[in-house]
């Protein structure tokens, strides 16, 4: 028979086999995870707020993940996504408005539209939405036309309420864009 301490020995050493062995496998499934995630795109979101973040540092702005993250000065002239709306275009690529609002507070905010495919994006600067200019409510997509439905500001109008209500259809393939007022 065993005595009793080679039983103790014994179960301490498949004990610590054990340990090892999940330890490899828990190591090959990180590594499987780490290098396979690439092969998965970011969301639409996240691409386009990459886009955004470095098309407005051109302008010395850029995009705050979130409101916490803003810096404590109030002379900045950074943004923070407050809302997204998507459609998408085809298989491969989807419109994308995203809404934001200054890190340092004030009227101004901002809405822009950016086109995204893959892991990338193509900001789009010529949409013409955005504070007092067009506000978007809906987006939609028809064919090689994405459509922008919101309201308008007239030379009148309080920054508050924008006037004439319509639709913005952005042609994708002519890069052009007209607005058709609602009747």
């Not at 209500?165 to 002519?174: A, P, Q």
Request: aromatic share 8%; with cysteine.
């Amino acid at each position: 028979m065993f005595a009793k301490h080679e039983i103790y020995n014994t179960l301490l050493y498949v004990n610590f086999c054990m340990r090892v062995i999940m330890r490899v496998i828990l190591s090959l499934i990180s590594v499987f995870f780490i290098v396979n995630s690439s092969a998965y795109p970011a969301s639409n979101t996240n691409i386009a707020n990459k886009v955004l973040d470095q098309s407005l540092r051109k302008g010395g702005g850029g995009i705050v993940p979130a409101q916490r993250k803003c810096p404590r000065n109030t002379d900045n002239m950074l943004e923070v996504p407050v809302q997204t709306k998507v459609a998408k275009i085809d298989s491969k690529r989807s419109a994308v408005v995203v809404y934001t609002e200054l890190c340092n507070g004030g009227n101004r905010s901002g809405e822009y539209l950016i086109i995204t495919e893959g892991n990338s994006g193509q900001f789009i600067s010529d949409a013409e939405i955005g504070d007092l200019n067009f506000t978007v409510d809906k987006i939609a997509v028809n064919g090689n036309l994405i459509l922008l439905t919101g309201s308008k500001w007239q030379k009148e109008d309080a920054h508050c309420c924008p006037s004439l209500d319509g639709i913005i259809e952005y042609n994708l393939d002519t890069k052009k864009q007209r607005f058709i007022p609602k009747k």
